[in-house]
């Protein structure tokens, strides 16, 4: 079961409550007012960026790195 958080009028964090921590320094999905989401995990290196992904990030763009748990269960509407 997910447990949100409102943490602005534009913003809801949608994190699976079993992947909240209390330090707010862990991955996290917030879900903005249009729907979009935005996704906290750790920053892949440019090095490795290109290395594994061959161009498919453009410079506008990031790769990052989750548990899949953290996406998993989220009922994206």
């Known amino acids: 079961m997910n447990r949100t958080r409102s943490l602005a009028s534009h913003l809801e ?3 699976p409550s079993e992947m909240q921590c209390g330090i707010g320094a862990c991955p996290a999905v917030f879900r903005r007012n249009d729907g979009k ?3 906290v995990g750790a920053a ?3 090095d490795a960026v290109e ?3 061959h161009g498919r990030v453009g410079a506008h763009e990031a ?3 989750v548990d ?3 996406l998993s269960g989220l009922l994206i509407e």
């Open 68 to 70: 899949p748990a953290l």
């Open 44 to 46: 892949l290196p440019a």
């Open 37 to 39: 989401l935005i996704i």
């Open 13 to 15: 964090d949608i994190t």
């Open 51 to 53: 290395a594994q992904l």
């Open 63 to 65: 790769a990052i790195v």
